[in-house]
């Protein structure tokens, strides 16, 4: 089934062009902030996607007052019963009830054709689930409790589904997600094998100590629990240096927690992108695979999932640069990589063009997105001829 098409986006030209190295970029806040949007596994205005049977639904959480959790699911062809994937979301800079709804199409995209159901949950407070964001404040090891409450009712709630099987579910996590996933393990939750920890975290930079106190709450929390887990770090997280995120799962494994860790060194310009970001998928699927194998758990590729097809062939891979290398795009500045981060996000068919005089666009989900992403750069260039420089999930650009 056709994919619903990504918002393309275009740049013009700023006054300086050409590539830039690593370090003349300035890693702003409101840059990384806006780029967090799209790596968290956000999506804006996007209708469901047929071919991963997407729908909304509500989780109740009980309580006084009683609050609703805006739960996405994605699921494979048939009746089931299908094991559960629980995806939790990271937090956004800003309002929580003003991020928009968590879906993580890459990583859905690869656990459904394994057959697996995923629920992606809002939790409390956050985009379109009711009540307050909870777990404010400087206690980090209270924060994740408090969140992983919603994953317990997140459980109980698809455990009586005649589609899922409760009895073999894996939680992961992205970033904050990270801190309730782990909070949750600790917790003993039934059908729960196995927990995957994707740049997990909790940055409090306004409460002294926060990173002692983000160490103590993963030793708290791998101290409690006996499940498996897989944790994924990397060496350019602009969130986590390395020597907090060695630290956070030194602690856990001291703490008792059965872990094994991925660090899988550089990823683009940002390890926290890897898990949102299609580009991600080759570094994290293997591992996950054999984690999965590793708890019983199946992983075989069981279904094809429709992707939408080009108009025409793509051109060949140049192996000019890695793809997820945004550093390595001639010509554009700071926004149009940022751009670039959002195009590796996108599902296919997708397109990035450029041109020497520093106009770049791209377009994804339509058959026609090399030919819309040309002509949308085209419109914008005073300076060269604009030339595609990714298709889908290879480099087709070389220098002249």
């Not at 050409?18 to 990384?32: K, M, T």
């Not at 109740?60 to 007052?65: C, F, H, L, N, T």
């Not at 609703?68 to 299908?82: I, K, N, S």
Request: with cysteine; charged share 15%; net charge positive.
């Amino acid at each position: 089934a056709p994919s619903t098409p990504a918002v393309a986006a275009a740049g013009r030209p700023s006054a300086r062009v050409g590539a830039l190295p690593r370090h003349r970029f300035a890693r702003s806040r409101l840059y990384w902030a806006a780029a967090l949007w799209l790596w968290c596994g956000f999506a804006v205005g996007q209708a469901l996607l047929p071919a991963l049977r997407e729908e909304i639904i509500s989780v109740p959480k009980p309580g006084a007052p009683p609050v609703a959790l805006q739960a996405t699911m994605f699921r494979p062809p048939g009746d089931g019963p299908y094991p559960l994937v629980i995806i939790n979301h990271g937090k956004a800079p800003g309002n929580p009830h003003e991020q928009p709804r968590a879906r993580y199409l890459p990583a859905a995209r690869e656990l459904v054709a394994r057959g697996y159901a995923v629920v992606v949950p809002m939790r409390q407070g956050f985009g379109g689930s009711s009540g307050a964001y909870v777990g404010g404040g400087c206690d980090v090891r209270g924060n994740g409790l408090a969140q992983a409450e919603d994953v317990r009712a997140t459980l109980a709630f698809f455990a009586r589904r005649a589609d899922i099987d409760a009895h073999h579910v894996v939680v992961f996590g992205q970033s904050h997600g990270v801190l309730v996933t782990l909070a949750a393990g600790s917790l003993g939750l039934p059908g729960v094998a196995g927990l995957v920890n994707f740049a997990g975290g909790l940055r409090l930079e306004r409460c002294p100590g926060w990173q002692a106190e983000l160490a103590a709450a993963f030793a708290s929390y791998g101290g409690r629990t006996r499940v498996p887990a897989l944790f994924f770090y990397g060496d350019n997280d602009s969130y986590w240096s390395a020597d907090i995120w060695h630290e956070m799962v030194r602690r856990y494994e001291s703490g008792g927690g059965p872990v094994r860790l991925v660090a899988f060194g550089d990823f683009g310009d940002d390890a926290h992108a890897l898990f949102g970001s299609a580009a991600g998928v080759p570094v994290w699927l293997p591992e996950v695979g054999r984690f999965f194998h590793a708890l019983g758990l199946p992983f075989d590729k069981l279904h094809d999932i429709g992707w939408e097809v080009h108009e025409t062939a793509p051109p060949a891979p140049t192996g000019f640069a890695p793809l997820a290398d945004a550093d390595a795009l001639p010509f554009i500045g700071p926004a149009g990589r940022s751009a670039y981060a959002a195009f590796l996000a996108a599902d296919p068919p997708k397109a990035f063009a450029l041109s020497a005089g520093g106009a770049w666009a791209w377009r994804g989900g339509v058959s026609a997105a090399m030919a819309q992403a040309l002509e949308r750069c085209a419109a914008r260039t005073w300076a060269g001829a604009c030339k595609l420089y990714a298709v889908d999930n290879r480099v087709v650009w070389a220098p002249e």
